[in-house]
Structure formats: structure tokens, C-alpha cells
């Protein structure tokens, strides 16, 4: 019956720890995948049926990496809802980046990146600014440099229109550091467009269009077509600001081959900006016209604006006034669409509030139904034990039968019990006589000590002031037969042991046997006392290959 009753208890652990062990594995899983195979490490975090109902330290997990995936599939971070529970959660178990546990902390600067990504998309500077200046700090103290250059980059973004000056340097640091990793020719395609929108905003176009070139190069050598607009319509930008209208209008003109539809409608303006700067202002129109059907309305505002600049130059003044209504139309389309934007982002945020309480309350309700699962299983324990107790009667028959085997195997016991004391006797007397020679071995050195102490005395009288205390070699070699015949051959020992050993190392090791202080060694050598802890010192390291400061040399000469 007791048997059952812990296979109960073990199920019900089973099945409650179960999930858990799953949604770890498998977020592992992912995470082995990233960067590499972005495919499989999402595949894995879709098998994560409920995240909400992961615990805490998994649902920050999670968020991380779900974040991870989502941004390099330029999906962006528009929204908080992942990333800031990961974010407060790692910030919280790493005490805001103070931690020396590297996994924590590279997640928690991992966090502060992405979690600035939002505040970017949001525009509140400040804080972008503040979490990526964490996100450095914490990338550069674990190495991990893949973070460091992103952050170092984002903090270049920024600060492009307030501070290109400052922008340009965070944007080499970010340039400096992908170079020590070269992880992904993506990213050196955007910091180096980057640099030439700094230089650029920083008036300096013939910087800017080295950084454009050099970018549009490598992701022509790519095949990164998008990123070859980008850099073709910079290019043709740059030539326009430096008033070289017909290669800004070739330039143009190539990028809009590589534009695919999501970019193909900047890239239509920018391309007739180049045809208007070449008076070509029939084909400029057309191409604005074409724009003017586009459902961006930040776009559908620009074609207007144009197209009203382009009617004043011709005298088109009959068109003029619907090209100036239908540019404030859109503007006002686009106010009234970022407010029902904001409208619903509050709604989702409010849903999620409500959904996270109500995960909450349901969390509660289930430890509440453990409790009561695990009172049931006490209390039918108690129940097993009460029926249980009536079969005691029974079992103390039982023992009595068992009583004179008991006695005998007692009596066994006994003399077992005997024979090891015997041996415990045995063995403190083999102690006792091991610390005798000990104490024996003691007093021998000791009296050495006194006998050297005392010729060095005599020697110091015998000599004047300007003589100093000089040790034959007699004296040495006395001390060495003296010392091998007390103390069981230890100049011997350490001469076989430390062939390489000079004379003043066996000295110096006899002297620290017989026990004696800096002081008594220092009067011997006629050398100062931290001399003589310095040659001390040396002798451990070089000498006895001892390295650990906590190892005395004294220790080491005393366990030869």
C-alpha cells in the first residue's frame, strides 16, 4: 500500500514537471539553431503550443528568441508585448547587467537591444539611447559581438539627424568590431550605408559617396538586390545635392531595375526628383501620376506636393488647386489612420492585460487544485496507515519467531564489533608511534637549529663590525650530513628529486627545514629580509613549479 502511495505522488509530479521539461528542450533547441538555420528555430518555437503558460524564466526565454527570429525575417519589433517581459525579467535576475553568469548577461543585452528597437519605432530617443548604451556594456563584458556591432549600429541610427558627427563615430565602432566576426554581409551592407547617410547629412557627399559605392559593390557581389536600390537611389541623391543631375538620373534609373514592390514606389520618387532637376517635367508628371495610386499615403502626399511644384512651372494653374487638395487629403487620411493605429494598439495592449490577468488567475486556480490534490493524498496515506496499524499484532508474532535468530546474529554482531576494535587499538597505536618519530624527528631539527644559531653567534662575536658572517663550505656540508642522518636523508631526497637545483637552493631549502625565520636567514646570506622572502618566492615558483598563493614553500620543503 505504501508502495501506491508514493507511485501516486511520483505521477502527479510527473505530469506537472512534464510540460516544463518539453518547453525547455525545445527552446534549447532553438537557440542551437539561431543564427544559422532561422527556419528550424522557428519551427520550434511554434511547437510551443501556450507560451503564456510557460513559467517565468521560459517565457522570457521565449520572448528573446521569438524576437531574435522575427526581427531577422524584418518583421521589426513594432510591438512590446514579448520583448518587455524578457527585458524586466533578465534585467531583474542579472541585478541590471551586474552578474557574472555570461549567459545571463548576454541575454540581458540582447533584451536591452531589442527592447530599444521598440522604443526606436516609437521615437522616444532617450530611452533607445539608454538601453543600447546597456546593450554595449553587456555585450562587450560576455564578448558576444554579433550584439555589441548591431547596438553600436542602432546607436548610430538614432542619432543620424541630431548628431551625424556622433552617429558617424558609433557607426565605425559598429564597422570595427563586424570586421573581428564578418557573421553577416547584411549587416556590413547597412552600417557602411550608414556611414554615407551620415556623411551625407554631415554635408560632406564625397564621404558619403565612397560609403554608397562601396556598399552598393558588396551587395551587388551578394545578389542582395534590395540593398542595391537602397545604395543606386543614395547614389543618385548624392549627385543631386552636388547639382550632377544626369548621373544622379542615370543612377536612378538602374536602381529602379532592382526595385522590388515594396520599394518601388520611393524608388519612383526619387526618380522623378532626377527628371525635374534634367527639366524633363512631362516624364517626371507621369512617373508621379502612376505614384498617386499607391496605397502608402505618406507617398500618395509627396506625388501631390510634386505634381503641385510641377504644375506652378508649367502654368498648369487648372491643376495646381486639385494637386494641393488631394496632398492635404492625404495628409489628413494619414492623421486620422495613426490615430485609429494608436487606437488599436491600445485595445491589443488592453486584450493582452486581460488575457495575462486571466492566465493569472487560472495559475492560481491550479495551484490551489495541487494543494487540494496533495491534502487528498495525505489524507489517504493516513487512511493506509490507520488500516495498516491493525496488522501490527500480526507482525509482532512474526518477530518473535525471529527473536533467537536475532540473538544469535547479535551475538555475531558482538564479535565482529570486538575484532574491529581490536583492529581501531591496532591502529592507534600504529599512530601513536608515527607521531613519536614525528616528535623525535621535532626535536632533532630543533636542536640542529640551536646548534647552527649558535655558531653563528659565535661567529658574529669572534668577527669585527666591518666583517660579515660567511658560512664555509665545511659548514654546509656538515649541516647536510647532520641533516641526512637525522631527518632520514633529506638533503639526499631533494638532491635526487631536484637535480637541477644550484647550491644555494639546497642552502636555502636546509636552512627553511631547520626552521629557521627571514631574519636568521637574511643575517646568513648578509641580505635584507624581503631579499630573502624574495628568493623565497622565486624558489617556489621556479623551483618546486608552485604557483598557488596559498601554498606556503615552508609547507613544500616540510612534505618532501
Request: hydrophobic content about 35%; overall charge negative.
Amino acid at each position: 500500500m505504501k508502495l501506491r502511495f508514493f507511485l501516486l505522488v511520483i505521477v502527479a509530479l510527473v505530469l506537472l514537471t512534464g510540460c516544463e521539461r518539453d518547453a525547455t528542450a525545445l527552446l534549447e533547441r532553438a537557440e542551437a539553431c539561431l543564427p544559422a538555420r532561422l527556419d528550424s528555430a522557428e519551427v520550434c518555437l511554434d511547437s510551443i503550443g501556450q507560451p503564456q503558460r510557460l513559467n517565468d524564466a521560459q517565457k522570457a526565454w521565449y520572448g528573446l528568441l521569438r524576437t531574435y527570429v522575427d526581427n531577422r525575417q524584418d518583421k521589426g519589433v513594432d510591438s512590446d508585448s514579448l520583448i518587455r517581459d524578457s527585458y524586466e525579467y533578465y534585467r531583474e535576475a542579472s541585478h541590471a547587467g551586474q552578474t557574472s553568469d555570461m549567459t545571463l548577461l548576454r541575454r540581458y543585452a540582447q533584451s536591452c537591444y531589442y527592447m530599444a528597437l521598440y522604443y526606436s519605432s516609437c521615437d522616444s530617443t532617450k530611452q533607445c539611447e539608454d538601453l543600447l548604451n546597456q546593450a554595449i556594456k553587456g555585450s562587450e563584458e560576455c564578448e558576444d559581438w554579433h550584439t555589441c556591432y548591431l547596438a553600436y549600429t542602432q546607436l548610430g541610427n538614432s542619432t543620424l539627424w541630431g548628431n551625424p558627427d556622433y552617429a558617424i563615430q558609433q557607426s565605425k565602432k559598429a564597422l570595427d568590431i563586424y570586421h573581428k566576426i564578418n557573421d553577416d554581409v547584411t549587416n556590413e551592407v547597412l552600417i557602411l550605408a550608414q556611414l554615407a547617410v551620415g556623411f551625407f547629412t554631415f554635408a560632406e557627399p564625397d564621404s558619403a559617396l565612397n560609403f554608397f559605392f562601396k556598399a552598393y559593390e558588396l551587395a551587388e557581389k551578394n545578389n542582395l538586390l534590395k540593398y542595391q536600390n537602397e545604395m543606386l537611389m543614395g547614389i543618385a541623391d548624392v549627385y543631386l545635392y552636388r547639382g550632377e543631375n544626369e548621373k544622379a538620373l542615370s543612377y536612378a534609373k538602374r536602381g529602379i531595375v532592382t526595385a522590388d514592390s515594396i520599394v518601388l514606389t520611393s524608388s519612383k520618387l526619387t526618380l522623378s526628383q532626377c527628371y525635374q532637376a534634367c527639366d524633363s517635367l512631362e516624364k517626371s508628371k507621369e512617373i508621379l501620376e502612376s505614384v498617386c495610386h499607391d496605397a502608402n499615403l505618406t507617398n500618395k502626399y509627396f506625388a501631390y506636393r510634386d505634381l503641385s511644384k510641377i504644375s506652378i512651372q508649367i502654368h498648369d494653374y487648372d491643376s495646381l488647386s486639385t494637386y494641393v487638395d488631394s496632398a492635404y487629403e492625404s495628409l489628413e487620411e494619414r492623421f486620422l489612420l495613426s490615430q485609429l493605429e494608436k487606437d488599436e494598439y491600445y485595445q491589443d495592449n488592453l486584450s493582452k492585460q486581460i488575457e495575462k490577468e486571466k492566465i493569472q488567475h487560472e495559475a492560481e486556480r491550479n495551484k490551489w487544485v495541487l494543494g487540494a490534490t496533495i491534502f487528498f493524498l495525505i489524507m489517504l496515506a493516513l487512511f493506509i496507515y490507520n488500516v495498516s496499524r491493525n496488522r501490527i499484532v500480526v507482525e509482532r508474532h512474526k518477530r518473535l519467531n525471529h527473536l533467537l535468530s536475532q540473538r544469535v546474529e547479535h551475538t555475531k554482531h558482538l564479535q565482529e564489533q570486538q575484532e574491529k576494535e581490536h583492529v581501531i587499538m591496532e591502529n592507534e597505536k600504529e599512530i601513536q608511534h608515527q607521531r613519536d618519530i614525528i616528535r623525535q624527528k621535532a626535536m632533532t631539527l630543533s636542536i640542529l637549529q640551536k646548534l647552527l644559531l649558535e655558531k653563528l653567534h659565535h661567529m658574529s662575536q669572534t668577527l669585527s663590525e666591518a666583517e660579515k658572517i660567511q658560512m664555509t663550505r665545511e659548514t654546509w656540508t656538515e649541516m647536510e650530513q647532520l641533516l641526512n642522518a637525522t631527518d632520514n636523508g633529506f638533503v639526499a631526497r631533494l638532491r635526487q628529486q631536484h637535480k637541477d637545483f644550484k647550491e644555494e637552493d639546497i642552502h636555502l631549502c636546509m636552512l627553511i627545514r631547520l626552521k629557521m625565520n627571514n631574519t636568521v636567514v637574511s643575517n646568513i646570506y648578509n641580505i635584507g629580509v624581503d631579499a630573502v622572502k624574495k628568493r623565497k618566492l622565486n624558489l617556489k615558483k621556479n623551483g618546486f613549479k608552485v604557483s598557488d598563493s596559498s601554498i606556503r614553500l615552508e609547507d613544500v620543503i616540510d612534505n618532501l
